[in-house]
């Protein structure tokens, strides 16, 4: 059983928490509107978004949320509707995104690299009723052909052109694949210049920020079919409160943060958007990653902070225009979303002279649980010490009803105001997605495996899911990855079980190389590799592929991996 009397490394995390602060913070509730609507009435005219050049101040952009909220209201649409944004990083998802908050409605985040089946399965679980997309031909005919396949009521368009500061070609370099689609006419799509064509005066509808769901936020379905976390206003602007307090010199300058990763993702909606928002910061706003915009974004507009992952990273100081980008003015960039490996952090912060600082969170936590320090000594390979009011236990990898024992690696659980209620529809998830302790608190399971230090740093070990059964002997191809990362021709690398007669399963690793990679060989890699490893974790063999598969923020993707290995396996 939990013990409650137990001293968990969290005595650490009071006696020498090394963020600011002390550890066991409150966090009033508070509204997402309310902390937009007191940032704009401090900031005024500042700006808030940096669009490709084209600037939007609070002011301006709060205006846009009240008229989107009235023209939706117009329409029928109140509290407790779902209403989806089905966008790239665009100032029509801002607005869109607090003027649906205003409403008393909730938001459903949707990829807009999603196929018409994936939008088709998420929009019917959500129950979505409306759909906010943009004028180009990568989104637009998808979301159509989901309206007149669904449930699905209306579509709001927002157009292309409005929101960019010069010529097409722009769009042609940051959108990609992408063209100026026309709108159809048909009376269930609206123009988005048309939803806000209002004065804006209604007022916000009153919610309870601790019940009231603000975002029903799926997760990335690495590892199975995509659920829909429950985020109500509390978790969201508790989580927002708690990344800001991170940063030991809040409030002391405008900060200026680089928005590369996709808003409808967790992580960039808490540390990018909501965070932002809250400090009365600036977000320079690049629709999509592309690496030599976001170094040409970097010198012209000198941003203090990039959150990102580690694939971001490393192809910002892999491009040839690296050596010649101004960095100075860049102090943290925070990853997450995938380990860091260490040879990248040192190689990052040895180039730009930025601190390079791993952090934790997953959609459930309404994104962050745990990072290290912004100044001072963090633990590299670690995730950090929890964030104010977090709290971080072990628990038993077969059992979570009981503690893990003394010293070995266990289920890490969390509790804090950032946990969501819930997942959207699963009520029968509830049992295995949470558990309690001997004094009932509830616990989110993360399904990551992890030790603490005596200073209170979690290191992860693998998740659950992933863990490969070699004879009976447990395998976690993090441990494997690591060892191959440090081959200096590895760029990336995934490890996976693949079906053994004698053993069950069998360790397989997947490696992309460096492009200055020369003669390494798959099974060169595997004769250096496996005299490194336990003898249970040793390769069958190494695979070299041009690349890894990646989701949609460039996190590797080992579910994408496996159905690749199966569909190659069918076709021989």
Not at 24 to 43: G, I, N
Not at 255 to 276: I, M, S
Not at 305 to 314: K, S, Y
Request: overall charge negative; aromatic content about 6%; glycine content about 8%.
């Amino acid at each position: 059983m939990s013990d409650p009397e137990r001293v968990w490394p969290e005595h650490a995390w009071r006696t020498a928490y090394r963020h600011p602060g002390p550890w066991d913070q409150t966090l009033p509730p508070l509204s997402m509107v309310a902390a937009f609507e007191e940032s704009a009435r401090r900031m005024g005219d500042a700006p808030l978004l940096d669009f490709l050049g084209r600037h939007y101040s609070y002011a301006e952009t709060l205006d846009g949320a009240n008229r989107v909220a009235c023209g939706l209201r117009a329409m029928g649409y109140g509290k407790g509707d779902r209403i989806g944004l089905f966008l790239p990083n665009v100032p029509h998802y801002v607005a869109a995104y607090y003027g649906i908050l205003k409403l008393g409605a909730t938001v459903v985040n949707f990829s807009p690299l999603y196929t018409v089946d994936e939008l088709a399965d998420q929009v019917a679980d959500s129950g979505t009723r409306l759909l906010f997309t943009l004028s180009a031909t990568a989104l637009l005919p998808t979301a159509v052909k989901v309206l007149e396949a669904s449930a699905l009521e209306r579509l709001v368009v927002g157009s292309v052109a409005g929101a960019l500061p010069a010529t097409k070609s722009i769009l042609y370099r940051m959108f990609k694949r992408s063209e100026v689609a026309e709108k159809p006419d048909d009376p269930r799509i609206t123009a988005f210049s048309q939803l806000i064509a209002n004065d804006g005066a209604c007022e916000t509808v009153e919610i309870d920020p601790q019940t009231h769901l603000a975002l029903i936020q799926y997760t990335g379905g690495t590892t199975g079919v995509p659920k829909g976390a429950m985020l109500t206003h509390q978790n969201l602007s508790a989580n927002a409160r708690q990344v800001a307090r991170l940063d030991p010199e809040l409030g002391t300058s405008h900060d200026k943060v680089l928005g590369v990763l996709p808003f409808f993702h967790v992580f960039a909606n808490t540390c990018v958007l909501n965070r932002t928002v809250l400090t009365g910061g600036e977000i320079v706003m690049l629709p999509r990653f592309d690496a030599a915009q976001a170094l040409a974004a970097i010198d012209r507009t000198r941003p203090v902070a990039l959150p990102g992952v580690p694939t971001m990273f490393q192809a910002l100081i892999d491009h040839p225009k690296s050596a010649s980008t101004d960095w100075s003015s860049l102090k943290y960039c925070i990853s997450g979303g995938a380990p860091l490996p260490a040879e990248l952090k040192k190689r990052f912060e040895a180039a730009t002279g930025a601190t390079l600082i791993e952090g934790y969170g997953l959609s459930e936590s309404s994104g962050v649980v745990s990072a290290n320090p912004y100044q001072g000594e963090g633990k590299s390979g670690t995730i950090g010490q929890p964030i104010v009011a977090t709290r971080v236990r072990l628990v038993d990898k077969e059992d979570p009803s009981r503690d893990a024992p003394d010293g070995e690696p266990g289920e890490i659980v969390i509790a804090g105001p950032q946990v969501m209620a819930g997942y959207w529809n699963r009520p029968d998830t509830d049992g295995s997605t949470f558990c309690h302790d001997a004094t009932g608190q509830r616990w989110l399971r993360t399904g990551d495996v992890g030790q603490i230090d005596a200073d209170g740093f979690i290191r992860i070990v693998d998740r659950l899911k992933d863990m490969i059964s070699v004879g009976g002997f447990k395998v976690f191809p993090k441990h494997v990855e690591e060892v191959l990362y440090r081959h200096p021709a590895v760029k990336e690398v995934l490890v996976v079980g693949m079906p053994d007669p004698r053993l069950g399963e069998i360790p397989r690793a997947y490696v992309a190389l460096n492009a200055d990679a020369e003669a390494v060989t798959g099974e060169g890699l595997r004769t250096w590799l496996n005299p490194q490893v336990g003898k249970h974790e040793r390769v069958d063999a190494v695979v070299v592929r041009e690349k890894l598969p990646k989701t949609m923020i460039g996190k590797l993707s080992r579910k994408d991996l496996l159905l690749e290995i199966a569909a190659e396996a069918a076709a021989s």
